[in-house]
């Protein structure tokens, strides 16, 4: 299959499809560079490029060609998510695959591009942050005046310290299959050496899982630690009574200047106060397997996270 790649992923990309037998034609320069490429003239039968959040890219081609690179991406990058799949608005019988690439998919994206070009760590990442600072890191790696060891401290400058200095935090909770939700402001509590605690009022309303109201007042304590594969809400009445917790099944939690980005994964592990934890979802996590928004690999990691969340509170 003949692949055009725009983007911050364009690189990484074009290694993993040209490994798996595909042709990359019109490249970018850089990945003209770094392949030995020659610029081609036949026309693509995909385009992949930047999503505008830059958390991923379209996939924009013939439905059943989509699909095929869909499936290698999900294969290849586990975490890999399906978010939305509509009608290309230009050309009949084409769609658009609007694709999520989470933290594990991001991170091994980093590896692949490690193979042929200094990469800092959490390239793709620090790329949306300040594409700036990156490109001055790594091309000081090309000229030998740093080394490796800087680039904890990149991340540590980029996102940790600003995600210190902020007084609220953002969380950037994706939903499969829908468009993007509001997302959930917080009160930053505490910044600890891989994550943040944040508090958030809620409006009244139903807790689906505690089958009970949300009640004037009530608030949420929000735990979240890079990398975590759930995010851990505990909630409270305005008088500070523990009214029962959730625990978010997510894709690795990543960590960013405003607070935090992960994909939704449905299913939820649910305690109330005295009663045994158990699990609300699992069907939801199965249509969406079934669907192809997300691989049976990650269907069965969620599960076995959830599972062990239950194994720990009912300990």
Known sequence: MRIKLRGIYSLALARLVMDAGHEIVDP??????????????????????????????????????????????????????????????????????????????????????????????????????????????????????????????????????????????RLEHVRVGSRPPRPREAVLLEVTSNGFVAKRRLSPGWYDGLDMPIEEGDYAITEVREGAWSVRHVYYSASGVLKGEYHNINTPVELYPYGARYVDLEV???????????????????????????????????????NGIMERLSS
């Open 28 to 169: 970018t320069s850089e990945v003209a560079r770094a392949l030995g490429f020659t610029q081609g003239v036949l026309p693509e039968e995909i385009l992949v490029q930047d999503r505008y959040t830059l958390h991923g890219v379209d996939l924009i081609g013939e439905s059943e060609k989509v699909w095929e690179i869909l499936r290698l991406f999900q294969l290849r990058l586990f975490d890999t998510v399906l978010v939305r799949l509509d009608p290309d608005e230009e050309m009949d019988g084409w769609v658009r695959a609007t694709v999520e690439f989470p933290g594990a998919s991001k991170a091994h994206l980093d590896r692949i591009r490690g193979t042929m070009v200094p990469t800092v760590d959490k390239h793709h990442r620090l790329k949306i942050v300040d594409p700036k600072a990156v490109s001055k890191f790594e091309q000081a790696i090309r000229d030998g005046s740093s080394g490796s060891g800087g680039q904890e401290d990149l991340f540590q400058g980029l996102v940790m310290g600003a995600l210190a200095r902020g007084g609220s935090v």
């Open 268 to 306: 939820d592990v649910v305690k109330r106060p005295g009663e045994p934890p158990f699990v609300v979802d699992r069907e939801r996590l199965e249509l969406l397997a079934r669907q192809g928004y997300v691989s049976e690999e990650l269907k069965r990691k969620a599960l076995d996270i959830a």
